[in-house]
Structure formats: C-alpha cells, structure tokens
C-alpha cells in the first residue's frame, strides 16, 4: 500500500479554517485518497474522501494536487469539536483501510 | 442501537488466558475488520474478512486469531494473552461499494471500541 505522510499535529483557533496536509508521493492512480477522524474515546469516523477531483460535503472540503501526491484536508470553520486525530489514508478500490498516526488537530478557543 | 457493537467494552485478564473479543453489525456489510490501538499510535489491522468464507492477516496478526460465524459476526480470540497486547480494539465494517470505481466509498463503520487490560 502507498504511504502518506501528515505532521504530528496542528493547532488552530476556533472559528478559523483549517487546512491540514497530507502527502502521498506513491500514489497510484487507483488509490483513492481517505480522511478519518478520532474524536476523544471514540472510533474512528469518516470524513471524506477522493480520487481526482476536488470533494465538498457537509463536514469538510478536500482539495487534491494536479500531480494527486499530496492532498489537503479544509474545515471552514474549526470549533471545539473538531479538535481530533485526523487520518490520511490511501486505499485501492475494493481493497483494506491502513491508517497511519495521523494528525493531531487542537483547537483553542 | 449502534450499528456496529463490541463486546465486552472493558476487560481485564491476566497472562495466559484465552480472552474473546466479540463484533456484531447491522449494518448489512460484508467486510469486516479488527484493529489495534497503543496509545499515541493510530490503528493497525490485525485481521479482516471480506466475506464469510474469507479471513485475511493484517499488519499484526501474531498472537490473535479470528472467526467470521455469520455476515454479521466477527470475533477476535487472543489464545493466550499477553501484557503487550494491552490496548484498545476496535471492530469496523463496510461495504464493496457496487458501484464501480467512480461510486466506491470504502466507508469503514466502527465500533465503540474494547478495551482490554492484560495483567
């Protein structure tokens, strides 16, 4: 499986955006680019994810590189309780999840 | 209900014991998946079945084993557990995705995880 590469962590204010980066040099052209989140005490839960094109929903924006080997993980607005581990995961269609260490996001108020 | 449930939540047992982590869905999905948690580390997979009849070893599969009883059941059994294998489990699920390459999802759907203490 490709690798992807985040910082350990990142602090942000509450109610500014928040982009969190993540790289993946080795990506193949079938991986699709995954984000997870673990809230305290809790398991992981999706975010997002993409394969070439730029993805919004409700939770978060992705915006992925032209080349796809590094890919940005946007929340507009950050509050309180997006503070989390943030995963970048590659996976190929019909293949397992691996997660990594992740990022983790502190929020201040 | 949660869609996904893990039994027992909190566990503690001593060096030696056969210990049983159990995982149940309503979700419907075929795949199921069993991780690992140490503290300060992300998840690493220790087993996952993408159907009944298919169990696959993951990063850490020493020491564990599986069984998949049913589509909705997957457990993990630790034969004789040791204090390294203190950690937090979690159970996750998803589906194929039948929609082809542009629809896939790979949505993984987790448990409230188990935490197990080994003395």
């Known amino acids: 499986d490709a690798k992807t590469t985040q910082p350990n962590s990142m602090e942000s204010n509450e109610e500014e955006p928040v982009h969190l980066p993540c790289n993946h040099s080795?990506?193949?052209?079938?991986?699709?680019i995954h984000w997870y989140r673990q809230l305290p005490s809790q398991g992981p839960e999706y975010v997002i994810h993409g394969l070439t094109s730029n993805v919004n929903n409700r939770m978060a924006s992705l915006a992925i590189a032209e080349d796809r080997k590094s890919s940005t993980l946007i929340l507009h607005r950050a509050t309180l309780r997006d503070a989390a581990v943030y995963y970048c995961i590659l996976t190929r269609y019909g293949n397992k999840l691996v997660f990594g260490a992740g990022t983790i996001l502190r929020v201040k108020s | 209900d949660a869609d996904v449930t893990q039994t027992p939540r909190n566990r503690i047992t001593k060096t030696g014991k056969r210990i049983m982590l159990e995982c149940s869905q309503t979700k419907g999905h075929d795949r199921m998946y069993w991780y690992r948690q140490d503290p300060g580390l992300g998840l690493r997979l220790i087993y996952y079945s993408f159907d009944v009849k298919d169990i696959n070893k993951g990063e850490i599969s020493d020491g564990y084993s599986v069984s998949r009883q049913a589509q909705a059941k997957f457990s993990l059994s630790l034969e004789s557990a040791i204090p390294n294998q203190t950690a937090l489990y979690f159970c996750?699920?998803?589906?194929f995705g039948t929609g082809g390459l542009i629809d896939y999802t790979g949505e993984l759907f987790f448990g409230e995880g188990s935490r197990l203490t080994v003395l």
């Open positions: 080795t990506i193949s052209g079938t991986d699709y």
């Open positions: 996750a699920t998803s589906d």
